[in-house]
């Protein structure tokens, strides 16, 4: 099961910062937080992932508490299209590589109004 | 990002009737492959990981022998629902990776599944 909690929806005014909050209290060391997001009918796409240090792309920022046991994911200026459920996910499995799986929560959905 | 492409987008078949869903990295090569099962308005399940010429490891409750998994190649892996029922109808996305422990996974499009 993900070992992670979310909100299950957020509003977010278009132009604004969206900041989508998630809780890996169990979280071990070596595990990375990955987020994700799902528009309606489609894949998910890839944003953005970290261990400790914050990080930051051309998609979002993801700032991870120093105890790692929450993180947030910041979409600076949100759009319409940014609209779409927002999965925060604990890495599990071996470390060796290969069959290491992602496990999906119940996600946020965010919503980005005019 | 790189390209995962699955196909069909979208498939009806009758109940009873075998359905083969591919899925491919187009600019990668795939060490690792997952099937996911999405049904409406519910987060993805996963199914099964599959290691490029391995056998496929399927999750608890899933029906190994219904749902087949190929992982012949680098860049394909297909998912065969045989004897389909109306209860299979969901929407199956594929995922893969190359590398290791910190590489991110990328999925497909998703294949919308309707059985009549």
């Known amino acids: 099961d993900a070992k992670t909690t979310q909100p299950p929806s957020m509003d977010c005014a278009e132009g604004r910062a969206a900041n989508l909050p998630c809780n890996h209290s169990?979280?071990?060391?070596?595990?990375?937080v990955y987020w994700y997001r799902q528009i309606h009918s489609q894949g998910p796409q890839y944003i953005i992932h970290?261990?400790?240090n914050n990080e930051t792309n051309e998609m979002a920022s993801l700032i991870i508490t120093e105890d790692r046991k929450s993180s947030t994911l910041i979409l600076p200026h949100a759009t319409l299209r940014d609209t779409a459920v927002y999965y925060c996910i604990v890495r599990v499995g071996g470390f060796t590589g290969g069959s290491e799986k992602l496990v999906f929560g119940k996600g946020t959905k965010l919503t980005v109004n005019p | 990002g790189a390209v995962v492409s699955q196909h069909p987008s979208w498939v009806i078949c009758k109940s009873g009737t075998s359905v083969k869903i591919e899925c491919r990295s187009l600019?990668?090569?795939?060490?690792?492959m997952f099937w996911y099962r999405q049904f409406p308005k519910q987060s993805l399940m996963l199914m099964a990981t599959?290691?490029?010429?391995?056998?496929?490891?399927?999750e608890q409750g899933v029906e190994k022998d219904k749902f087949l998994i190929n992982h012949a190649s680098l860049t394909l892996s297909t998912l065969t629902v045989t004897s389909a029922h109306p209860e299979d109808s969901s929407f199956y996305i594929c995922?893969?990776?190359?590398?290791?422990?910190?590489?991110?996974?990328?999925f497909g499009q998703g294949t919308r599944l309707t059985v009549v």
């Open positions: 995922s893969a990776r190359w590398g290791g422990y910190n590489t991110e996974a990328f």
């Open positions: 169990t979280i071990s060391g070596n595990e990375y």
């Open positions: 600019d990668f090569q795939a060490t690792t």
């Open positions: 599959s290691n490029e010429g391995s056998k496929a490891t399927y």
């Open positions: 970290g261990l400790k």
